[in-house]
């Protein structure tokens, strides 16, 4: 794993493209080596009500939470946030020099002793993805 869940605000749907910015967090993600490529879920919702600072509708903001299965040194976890966050800028970049747009990231372990797990999932991957 890790799980990548993306919240942002509706307006950015006609700014963004959201399906290609969850291509760019996952092919970051597996660039950093730290996560399993077979493990890696990214999804996205759009939050319909928001209020930002002054409350001007045209303010947009994205909230990315990583959450992973603990055991991952502190390096390689700080490594992960600063590549997925880079990724992240990167894609943003152009509409953040037009637009207002706050960008955050969050990466959390999450307690393996209470996290139980199944998957068939690796069965149906190429093989060069089901490390």
Partial sequence: MPHLSIEYSRNLEGR?????????????????????????????????????????????FID???????????????????????AAEAFCADDMANNSLMLSLEMRDIDPDLSPKASSIRRFLPKDMQA
């Fill in 64 to 86: 990315i939470s990583v959450r992973l299965r603990g055991g991952r040194s502190d390096a390689d976890k700080a490594r992960a946030t600063a590549a997925i966050f880079a």
């Fill in 16 to 60: 963004l493209d959201m399906p290609a910015f969850l291509v760019a967090l996952r092919d970051a993600a597996v660039a950093t080596g730290v996560f399993p490529p077979a493990g890696i879920r990214v999804r996205a919702h759009a939050a319909d009500h928001v209020l930002i600072a002054d409350g001007q509708p045209g303010h947009a």
